[in-house]
């Protein structure tokens, strides 16, 4: 993310139009050294911005571009109004304008959208009262796909990528009273974007999840890592990462329910390092997601977070949760919202989807093909659910351009800066069907490294493409290097050949690693019905689930499996009329919340462990 040095800005003026004119001039930012992630956003006090915004849908980006396609000095960032005797014609009005919700994707909230690729301008006005020795951040939850922010017409920053929070500092832009923030969004799918071109889930473009501003002071907690040791019984270790924090200063940690707390130093980079010995902590786990109180406090900044503790390692082909075996009972999930379709977005959709996991008998899910939102993982470690989180690496990518790289390096420090601390979250998957090539192989091992020096405390993997001779399913993809458990997606079945063939279906696997079936299904649409070997009815994903659930069971390694997927999502690419009316199908629930027949054979045999071994 691009964003504004404070320092750069503050001698200039604030507050009028002139200066908004300068600083639109100056605009094009310093480039500062590292984005601010605020780990723990959503348990701090914040003021919200959600709710209407002035919205205009601008395809050919006028409002920032000149005829020319110069970018202009006087955009629609400046919100200007027009006055009588203006000697230049004011061509939009932010307060005229129709509204869009926010966080809400667009394309479910007017119909004249839901195919929209492009810009869309969003304004909002906002009183404010700037406190001195705070600084103030807009927090933006996501922003799909690249977002530009002002504030009374500064230059906030600039983000590229739809799935990840990120914090743009606005100290120097704001003053006393009225304020307005005014925001482009743009969805353009792009070659050299994450994800790129190609996808198979709908292109939903806006202010996706919330925004709001938080305060802290001067010297704040903007990321921490805590987490039960693996190698020391009974110890929370890791990091509080104090931004400003000078070095002496100290960080208190407490968790009042142990009884526990500790006092330890910021060093010269910043961190303090934690370790604390605690007794009778009740592990996380998903049959006891305990979680705890936890108070960090650095000077004058404090926040309470609540976080489970848990240990999760590979041994063999085992994956340890808690040192014990445990074989993942899983499911896939879009962020799709349930009942109404669009961006999942709130608690009650979190509730919605992983409350229908939890009666399939899953005691793990994978979030596809991007990170989810907060609610979701809040509601995840509320619930005892394991999670795979997994990044928007998704099929061809340009893994040779190293600005590609750069931004996925981006996205994955957010996914892990924001969300390191949920006990749900045991694997960072790195990519999703990705072809074979040496770029993409160099492209995703950097990543998986830099994921390991991220956070050590968990699993890496990632879900790979599976090649066949004859009957036999080869797993060597020379990505299972890089990785500590393998995922593989097939479709047996659906997209190759018939049901049947999964029980003579062999597999050979290259790897001395736990092993996921991280995909496999088909299309049903819920309602439809007709023999085992009508496509598209719900007897034939049923059958389909029967033979691969015998055929998992011969897999050797096979430590969890989710299959695809949870609930029907929209895709653009599946247009067939009066089945898919784009809509991906392979759901065992339909967006409307149907079950399907495949929903009871899964759960049946996740309730009575008929499939998977290790635990
Ligand atoms: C896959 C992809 C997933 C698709 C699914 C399908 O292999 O990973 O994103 O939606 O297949 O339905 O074809």
């Known amino acids: 993310m691009k964003f504004l040095s404070p320092l750069t800005l503050a001698p200039i003026a604030l507050g009028t139009f002139l200066a908004s004119l300068v600083a639109a001039f100056l605009a094009l930012p310093a480039l500062s050294a590292a984005p601010i992630v605020l780990t723990g956003a959503d348990r701090r006090p914040s003021i919200s911005l959600d709710g209407e915004w002035g919205s205009i849908v601008d395809p050919y980006f006028s409002g920032l571009f000149s005829f020319h396609h110069q970018e202009r000095a ?35 909230q007017r119909e004249s959208l839901l195919y929209y690729e492009g ?18 951040f807009l927090h933006v939850g996501a922003a799909n796909y690249r977002s530009w922010f002002w504030v009374n017409g500064q230059k906030a920053c600039e983000h590229e990528g739809g799935y990840t929070s990120f914090n743009c500092e606005i100290t120097f832009a704001v003053h006393a009273g009225n304020n307005f923030v005014v925001a482009a969004v743009d969805n353009t799918r792009r070659e050299d974007g994450i994800p790129t071109l190609e996808t198979d889930w709908w292109n939903y473009g806006g202010l996706t999840r919330s925004v709001s501003l938080i305060e802290v002071p001067e010297a704040f907690i903007d990321q921490y890592d805590l987490h039960l040791s693996r190698d020391e019984k009974s110890v929370i270790e890791d990091w509080v990462h104090v931004e400003g924090g000078q070095p002496g200063a100290s960080v ?78 899983g499911i896939s999930i879009h962020a799709e919202a349930p009942y109404r379709t669009g961006r999942a977005n709130t608690d009650k959709d979190a509730e919605t989807l992983l409350g229908w996991a939890k009666e399939l008998g899953c005691n793990f899910v994978r979030l596809a093909h991007y990170p989810h939102d907060e609610s979701m993982l809040r509601a ?18 340009q893994f040779d351009n190293p600005k590609v790289l750069a931004k996925a390096e981006q996205q994955l420090d957010e996914e892990i800066g924001t969300s390191r601390n949920h006990a749900a979250i045991i694997l960072w998957s790195m990519a999703n069907e990705t072809p074979s090539t040496e770029a993409r192989t160099r492209f995703i091992e950097t990543l998986a490294s830099r994921a390991r020096s991220l956070d ?66 088909g299309d049903a649409k819920a309602g439809l019905h007709g023999g085992d070997k009508d496509r598209w009815t719900e007897e034939y994903q049923a059958n389909i689930y029967r033979h691969q659930l015998g055929m998992l069971n011969r897999i050797a390694p096979l ?19 009066g089945i898919q009316d784009e809509f991906n199908r392979k759901g ?6 149907q079950k399907k027949q495949a929903f009871a054979i899964l759960q049946k045999a996740y309730k009575d462990k008929t499939v998977g071994r290790s635990e």
Not at 89 to 103: H, I, M, N, R
Not at 380 to 397: H, T
Not at 559 to 577: K, T
């Open 559 to 577: 430590r969890g499996m989710s299959p695809w997927i949870l609930m029907d999502f929209r895709s653009p690419r599946r247009p067939l009329a």
């Open 119 to 136: 810009p869309v301008w969003y304004e909002r006005d906002f009183t404010y009262q700037p406190q001195v020795h705070t600084r103030v």
């Open 252 to 329: 208190e940690i407490k968790i009042p329910q142990l009884g526990a707390k500790t006092t330890a130093m910021v060093s010269e980079n910043g961190r303090a390092v934690i370790h604390i010995s605690v007794n009778h902590l009740e592990r996380w786990s998903p049959e006891t997601p305990r979680l705890y109180k936890v108070r960090i406090s650095a000077g004058q900044d404090a926040l309470d977070d609540l976080i489970g503790f848990r240990t999760v390692e590979t041994r063999g082909t085992e994956i340890l949760l808690n040192g014990k075996p445990i074989f993942l009972r």
């Open 456 to 521: 050590s405390s968990r699993l890496i993997t990632a879900a790979l493409l599976v090649r066949s001779e004859g009957d036999t399913k080869i797993v060597d993809d020379s990505l299972g290097q890089a990785l500590d458990v393998i995922g593989v997606n097939e479709y047996i079945g659906w997209y190759e050949k018939n049901p049947e063939v999964a029980d003579r279906t062999q597999w050979r696997i290259d790897y001395q690693k736990p092993l996921i079936v991280s995909e496999f299904g």
């Open 74 to 108: 006087d955009g629609w960032f400046l919100n200007q109004k027009a006055k009588p005797g203006d000697s230049f014609p004011t061509e939009y009005d932010f307060s005229q304008a129709s509204k869009l919700k926010v966080p809400a994707d667009w394309n479910t």
């Open 588 to 593: 065992l629930i339909s967006d409307q919340g």
């Open 380 to 397: 995840a470690d509320r619930m005892g659910l394991l999670v795979w989180s997994e990044n928007p690496v998704y099929w061809a990518l």
